[in-house]
Structures are given as C-alpha cells and as structure tokens.
C-alpha cells in the first residue's frame, strides 16, 4: 500500500490473478421479492391467475401442462413487474427494481438468508475486479447499475469500501498510468462504468441482440422457451470480448491466464451457457479458463462448480 496523489494505492494488484465473474441476480445475488404471473391449471381442468417467485419460475417454467403464460398478454403480462415503467431522472428511486432490491437488502440485514453468489459480489466489489450482471429482467442497464450502487453502499462496510478505493487506484495507477485521482465518487463511478449490465429482455438489449450477425438470425428462430437462453449466451459474449479488448488496450494480461466464473440458479440457462461455452468460447478464446456455478440447490451455500473449459481453479465462494 502506497500513498500517492494523496490517496491510498494498493499497487499490489498488478501481481494479482486476473479472475472476473459474471453474476445472475435474482435468487444467486438476492431473493427479490418481484413475482411472475402465470396461470395454473387447477384439477378441474381451469386455467386461473397465479403469481410466482423466480425461484419456483426456474422449477416450473417446463411444466407446460400445469403452468403457462397468462392468456391475455403472453410473456409481456407475465414479467410485467419484470421491467422499468416511466420514470424521469428524479424518480429514478422509484423504480421497480431498486424498490425490490432496497426490500431484499432490509430483509438480509433483519436475518434473512442472502442468494449464495451474496458474498462473491461483495469480495468482488472489495477486491475492485470487474464484472458483469446478467439477468432475464428487462430493465435498463443504468438501472441494474443503480442497484448495484444500492449494494455497495448499503452492504459494504467503511472498512471494506475503503479497501475497494485503494484497489481501485491500484489498478488505474498500475494499468491505466494514472497519477492523479478523482474523488471517491469519480472512482466507483469510473469503476461502475468498466463493468457490464444485461437485463437480456430489455429494448436497447433486444436491440443490439437482434442487430448482430451471428446470434440475431439464431434468436428470431429460436423458440420462445430458448430465446433467453440464447440472449444470455450473446451477454456472455459481449462481456468477454470486453475483457480481451480492455486487457489489449492496458498489457494487462502479459502471458497469464484469465478466468471467467458464471453462477446461475436456472438449471435450464446453465446447460445452455456451458454448452456455449465449449462449444464456441472456449475455442476463440483459448487462454481463458471458464468455471460455471450451479446455484440452485439452497442445501449448497456456494453452489456447485462445473469446469467447462481449462484447468484454472476459480473459487468464487472464497
């Protein structure tokens, strides 16, 4: 630890292992208390409205006999809690999804369990490596950012968050060559900035999705079941090619190995995701070693470790 510019330094970070993660949100990070609806088709052989958490979603989304989307209004209706709503600037508290998470933090901190990748984003975050959020919502990317703010400062400690600044510096001093730094705010913010935030269902996603060569003609072809599996994958991609890109511009990789972790709660998006991951990543970047966590059963606290591609040890419950 250096002081430099004023400011603590941890220019150790330059020796450290470059290992960055890819986290779902809900039920991984946090049981959001957002709920899907559906209809259940009851013994009498009636459809009637139900509402469910995406965790019973995740088990039931393949039982077409007993549960579908509503009739009226299809999977829009269904996940329409699942999206942000008008909003200005001012309102932006508002939201949905930083509502829900505010909710989901106040019951962790009253005693509650938190989602099994809880504390890798917290050492993530600590430890200043960069990341990417990926989930099936649909809201904008500055709003998961947001939430992501929320976590940073409602979870981290001041001893933790200062930790986390001198982190940060490290790595700006030690691969972007900065000698003078911003205020704390500027920091995280930059920081914010150099991660990734994929809500797969929302318009500015589908969007690019639909835009690119390769995955749009396979999404408009995909059946609707697999189509957030598909834009997933697409995330996925998206945010390792910014890791190459971002190692290429600083000569940060210098040689070494780089490892990616996945962690997700739906069985169904992660048999995809590992597939992808073989078959098509792991062949175009071939020094990167890929590590995909299972989170779905609530008995394993951190999940269980699928080694899709590579020898490279990546604990993500440490």
Not at 66 to 90: C, E, I
Not at 93 to 119: N, Q, V
Not at 178 to 190: H, K, M, N
Not at 249 to 276: E, H, K
Request: proline share 3%.
């Amino acid at each position: 630890m250096e002081l430099i510019d004023g400011k603590m330094v941890n220019t150790e970070v330059a020796g450290r292992d470059f290992k960055y993660y890819i986290f779902d949100w809900d039920d991984n990070i946090l049981h959001m208390p957002t709920l899907i609806h559906l209809e259940k088709k009851g013994k009498d052989g009636v459809w009637r409205p139900v509402r469910v958490s995406t965790g019973t979603f995740a088990l039931v989304r393949s039982d077409v006999e007993h549960y579908r989307m509503p009739s009226v209004g299809g999977r829009d209706a269904a996940f329409r809690d699942f999206q942000d709503g008008p909003t200005k600037d001012a309102d932006a508290d508002d939201l949905s999804f930083i509502r829900d998470t505010r909710k989901a933090l106040a019951r962790i901190a009253a005693g509650e369990s938190a989602g099994p990748s809880f504390e890798t984003l917290r050492k993530t975050l600590r430890e200043g490596r960069i990341f990417a959020i990926v989930t099936a919502r649909g809201h904008a990317a500055t709003t998961i950012r947001r939430a992501v703010r929320l976590f940073i400062d409602e979870v981290m400690t001041p001893a933790e968050r200062e930790e986390m600044l001198a982190n940060l510096r490290g790595y700006r001093y030690c691969f972007d060559k900065v000698r003078s730094f911003g205020t704390d705010e500027e920091e995280i913010d930059y920081f914010l900035s150099m991660c990734r935030y994929h809500a797969v269902t929302s318009p500015d996603f589908k969007e690019r999705l639909t835009d690119d060569a390769d995955f749009g003609a396979r999404f408009a072809e995909a059946p609707s079941a697999q189509k957030p599996e598909l834009a997933k994958e697409f995330a996925i991609r998206d945010f390792v090619e910014h890791l190459f890109r971002t190692m290429q511009r600083t000569g940060g990789i210098g040689g070494r190995q780089v490892a990616v972790g996945f962690s997700d709660d739906d069985p169904g998006n992660l048999s995809a995701v590992s597939d992808y991951i073989r078959d098509e990543l792991s062949r175009r970047f071939s020094s990167f070693k890929f590590v995909v966590y299972d989170t779905s059963d609530p008995a394993l606290s951190n999940g269980r470790k699928i080694q899709v591609a590579g020898q490279l040890e990546l604990n993500l419950g440490v």
